[in-house]
């Protein structure tokens, strides 16, 4: 098929940066101060398919999904639901007599800048299976989440949309949790053959399959012009601008 490179700057450079490293694919997005984000993505959505790659395609934003879960707790801070220095004694109060001691006076500050001493996950059968009312798999949660959640009485997803992306004017659409292949049209994911790229299916056990207890830490995919009103928001902030949090 065609794949046309957009004709602004941005485009010409991620076309020049698609063809040095052969890539299926590649999507990208400008900010600034002021204006909307630009935002491009084109190509095909698998190696040696004709479908082609479009602006409003979901992209796996990994890792980086973890600046935007603590995004949303410092809001939280701020309207004085949360603060840096609450405890998980005090969140988990009935489960603070069976915790070790030095976890219980674990606070949010040292669980967001990773110095709670928690040690990582390895393995998927590390992870505990407990579930709330409802049967929905809630407290295995990342546990920034999970402290969130409990002062709120609401998920991680129900305040993302409701406390951070929606006044970012980011519309529910164009946000997903999970890969987003298994759902709808999205690019796949590929792998490196020695000269190219190969695809495989997001269900054939090749990609990392985040379990939901972590998809706070790991599993958000987003259009690129919704990630840019994020990333955004965080230039401003920078730029000592107040924003859905304050520049502070």
Do not use: C
Not at 3 to 22: D, E, F, N, S, Y
Not at 90 to 113: G, I, N
Request: aromatic share 4%; net charge neutral.
């Amino acid at each position: 098929p065609e794949i046309v490179v957009p004709a602004t700057p941005l485009g010409q450079q991620l076309g020049r940066a698609r063809t040095a490293a052969r890539l299926p694919a590649v999507a990208g997005v400008r900010v600034t101060l002021d204006g909307e984000p630009v935002a491009h993505a084109f190509g095909v959505r698998r190696a040696g398919s004709a479908e082609l790659v479009a602006d409003g395609d979901h992209f796996h934003l990994g890792s980086n999904t973890k600046a935007i879960t603590a995004m949303l707790l410092g809001a939280l801070v701020e309207d004085g639901v949360l603060t840096w220095e609450r405890t998980l004694s005090e969140s988990f109060p009935d489960l603070a007599a069976e915790m070790a001691p030095a976890w219980r006076a674990v606070t949010l500050r040292q669980l967001l800048t990773h110095r709670a001493g928690l040690a990582p996950f390895t393995t998927p059968a590390e992870l505990p299976v407990a579930q709330h009312e409802g049967g929905e798999a809630r407290e295995h949660q990342h546990v920034a989440a999970a402290v969130a959640e409990r002062a709120t009485g609401q998920d991680w997803e129900t305040l993302l949309r409701t406390r951070l992306l929606a006044p970012l004017g980011i519309a529910a659409t164009a946000v997903r949790v999970g890969w987003p292949g298994l759902v709808g049209t999205a690019p796949w994911g590929h792998v490196s053959n020695g000269s190219g790229w190969s695809a495989h299916a997001p269900t054939d056990g090749r990609i990392l399959a985040i379990p939901a207890a972590l998809a706070p830490a790991g599993d958000l995919a987003m259009t690129m012009a919704a990630y840019g009103r994020v990333l955004q928001a965080h230039v401003r902030g920078l730029a000592g601008r107040d924003g859905v949090v304050r520049a502070a």
